[in-house]
C-alpha cells in the first residue's frame, strides 16, 4: 500500500504541538509497517532526521506554506498533480488540511479540535476564517477523520453534522523528555525564575479560550486567603495577549509575583515543569490538554478544568475547577498549596493515568484509523 502524507509541519527546531504529533506517530508507524510505501509532501527543504525509514519517498512542492493565502496555493493546486501521480490508496494529513480538488482518493485528515469556531479571537483573523471556511469542507469529504479525544469527536460531529461513526478517537502521547527533576534541579530552577519560591505554572499559548484572565485573578485570591508566598510562572507565547489579560494583570495585587517566561526550550520547559508544585490548566474549552499529561508523566500534581476534553483525559488524577468561577480556581490553589497529601495521591494517580497516553498507543491507534479509511467512501456519502 502506498500513503501519501502532509508532513509539511515537519520543519527543524519549529515543531508545534501538531508537528509534534506528525513526528512521533509517523517515526513509529514508518518503522513498524516496511512492507507499505510513504509519500511525504514538504513544502520546503527538509532534515534527513525527517526520512523515518528507507520505505519514504520525500518530495518538496513549493510555496513553502506560511499563511492562508499560501495554504490555499498549496493544497488546492500545487500538491494535487503529485499525490495523483502516486495513485495512493491513502492520502493521510496530520493537520487536518484536506485538498478539495482530490476527491478520488480516499482522505484521512486528524482534525485535532475545532476550538477556532468556539475562540475566534484566539486565532489570527485570516487564519480563522480559513479554517472556518474548509474544515467544515474536509470533514465531509473525508473519508474517516481521526481527533484526540471523545470530547472533540462530539463537537466535530455535531458542528459539522458528521456520523460518529467516521470519527476514531486517539489519544495523544506525552514527549519523552519530560520526567521527575532531582531535587537540585528543582532547587536550581526556582532561583532561576522565582527567586527560590514555589510557583504554580501555566504552560500553554496565551489566547482567550486558555483562560488567563481569570487564572490571574484566582491567583490574586488565593494570596489574600493565605498566608503563601507561592508564585505563578506562565510560560507561553503572548502573541494573543488581549486587553482583558492585560487588564488582569494590571490590576493584579501580587503581579510582582507572576512570572512571564515567553515560550521556553524543551529542555528547560522539562525542568520548569518539574520543578512546579502544580501545573495550571483552567482552559474553557480544550481538544486535548497535552500539558495535564506532561505534567503527570513529571510526577507534577495537575490543576485543571472541569469541562471539555480535561476530565476525560484527567480522571481522578487531578484537581478539577470550574473554569468559569474564580472562587473555584482559587479554592483549587487553596487545596493544592496547603495539602501535601492530596499533591502525593494526585502524583500516584498521575503515574496510574499517565499509562493511558503514550505516542506507542497513539501510532498503533492511527494505523487502524488508516487501514479502515484506505479504500473507503468520503464521509458525506455514508
Same mark, same amino acid.
Given at each position: ?261 515567553? +515560550? ?43 469541562? +471539555? ?59 487502524? +484509523? ?13
Amino acid at each position: 500500500m502506498k500513503i501519501v502524507v502532509n508532513t509539511r509541519l515537519l520543519i527543524t527546531g519549529k515543531l508545534s504541538g501538531i508537528g509534534w504529533f506528525t513526528y512521533h506517530t509517523l517515526k513509529r508507524i514508518v518503522k513498524w509497517h516496511p512492507e507499505h510505501q510513504f509519500v511525504f509532501l514538504f513544502d520546503r527543504k527538509y532534515d534527513e532526521e525527517y526520512i523515518f525509514g528507507s520505505n519514504v519517498i520525500p518530495e518538496i512542492i513549493f510555496p513553502p506554506t506560511r499563511h492562508p493565502l499560501l495554504w490555499y496555493l498549496w493544497f488546492e493546486h500545487a500538491i494535487v498533480k503529485k499525490v495523483k501521480k502516486h495513485n495512493p490508496a491513502l492520502f493521510y494529513s496530520p493537520d487536518g488540511h484536506l485538498s478539495l480538488k482530490i476527491k478520488d482518493i480516499p482522505s484521512l485528515p486528524v482534525i485535532h479540535d475545532i476550538n477556532f469556531h468556539h475562540d475566534k479571537k484566539g486565532v489570527p483573523y485570516f487564519d480563522g476564517l480559513y479554517w472556518r471556511y474548509y474544515f467544515p469542507k474536509y470533514a465531509h469529504m473525508a473519508s474517516r477523520i481521526i481527533t484526540v479525544s471523545e470530547f472533540s469527536k462530539n463537537d466535530i460531529a455535531s458542528y459539522y453534522n458528521i456520523p460518529h461513526n467516521i470519527i476514531d478517537v486517539v489519544y495523544n502521547g506525552a514527549n519523552e523528555i519530560f520526567k521527575p527533576v532531582s531535587q537540585s534541579e528543582k532547587e536550581n530552577i526556582k532561583k532561576k525564575y522565582t527567586g527560590g519560591e514555589d510557583y504554580f505554572l501555566y504552560v500553554g499559548v496565551l489566547v482567550p479560550r486558555k483562560n488567563i484572565s481569570r487564572m490571574i485573578q484566582a491567583y490574586d485570591r488565593f494570596r489574600d486567603s493565605s498566608d503563601s508566598t507561592v508564585k505563578l510562572v506562565i510560560v507561553g507565547d503572548s502573541l494573543y495577549f488581549t486587553s482583558e489579560m492585560k487588564n488582569a494583570y494590571n490590576r493584579a495585587k501580587y503581579k510582582e509575583d507572576i512570572v512571564f517566561t515567553g +515560550s521556553l526550550e524543551q529542555n528547560e520547559l522539562k525542568l520548569v515543569l518539574g520543578a512546579a508544585i502544580s501545573l495550571i490548566l483552567v482552559s474553557c474549552i480544550e481538544g486535548f490538554g497535552i500539558p495535564v499529561i506532561e505534567a503527570m508523566y513529571a510526577d507534577v500534581p495537575v490543576i485543571t478544568s472541569n469541562i +471539555s476534553s480535561m476530565p476525560e483525559i484527567a480522571k481522578d488524577a487531578a484537581l478539577l475547577a470550574d473554569p468559569y468561577s474564580i472562587d473555584s480556581i482559587k479554592e483549587a490553589m487553596l487545596k493544592m498549596n496547603s495539602d501535601e497529601k492530596l499533591r502525593e495521591d494526585l502524583i500516584i494517580k498521575g503515574r496510574s493515568q499517565r499509562l493511558n497516553f503514550s505516542w506507542d498507543n497513539t501510532a498503533k491507534a492511527i494505523w487502524t +484509523s488508516i487501514e479502515k479509511a484506505a479504500g473507503s467512501k468520503r464521509a458525506n456519502d455514508i
